[in-house]
Each structure stands twice: as C-alpha cells, then as structure tokens.
C-alpha cells in the first residue's frame, strides 16, 4: 500500500480534531489536526503527538526534548531554532510535501535531529 501525501487518506482522518488552545509540557496529543499553528517558544518537553496531523505549522524556538511523534504525517511545517534533544526517532512519520530551505523536514524512519534545529 503506498503511503498516503493526502491527508485525508490517513487511515486516522476521519478521527482528527482540530487543535485548540497551547502545547504543554507532558501532553497528550492523539488524532490531533494542527491545521496553520503558529507555536513561539512553546514548552512542550516530553509531549506525546500519536497519528496527528501537522499542516501549514511553523515552530519557531521553544522546547521539545523527548517529545515522540509517532504515526505523524507533516505538510509544509517549519522548524526554526527548536529544541528536539533526545527525542526519539519518528516512527512511521510521512513527509507530504517539498520542504522549503532553511526548515526541516523529515521522511519515514527518519531520526529527530539532536539540538537545535536551524
């Protein structure tokens, strides 16, 4: 089976809520749609972000150490100077679109970079 670039073909998208108020540290995060976020200097170490969908997101600075984000599938979302030491590698995680320098993406199996991300 090909890997959904839709995200409506996520086996998970009919389960998706839109996502509402602030990440925090520790939180739990399933079959969430971060639809055009905006997060600065969020803290949100040790967060758990399990078949979510991450579109239009941009992440500048703030804090993610050991978050995990498995079953994730990402469409044009930015990373600037982000803080994701010793996170986890990122199971099953599906990259959706060209991602655009000077941000970061990532592809299936592909570990989370250590430090900050620029």
């Known amino acids: 089976m090909p890997e959904p670039r839709e995200r409506a073909d996520l086996p998970y ?3 998706l809520e839109a996502f509402s108020g ?8 399933d079959t969430v749609a971060f639809e055009g976020n905006e997060f600065e200097e969020a803290e949100a170490s040790n967060a758990r972000f399990i078949e979510c969908a ?3 997101v941009t992440f500048t600075g703030g804090h993610y150490p050991r ?4 079953d ?6 930015r990373w600037v100077g982000s ?3 010793e996170s986890p590698p ?9 991602v655009e320098e000077g941000a970061w993406g990532l592809s299936v199996g592909s570990p989370a970079p250590a430090g900050y991300v620029d």
């Open 13 to 15: 998208a009919d389960h």
């Open 22 to 29: 602030r990440l925090a540290p520790q939180g739990d995060y």
């Open 67 to 70: 978050a995990r984000f498995s």
């Open 54 to 56: 991450f579109s239009s």
């Open 72 to 77: 994730v599938w990402v469409h044009t979302v």
């Open 83 to 85: 803080e994701l030491t």
């Open 90 to 98: 990122w199971p099953q995680a599906r990259a959706a679109a060209r």
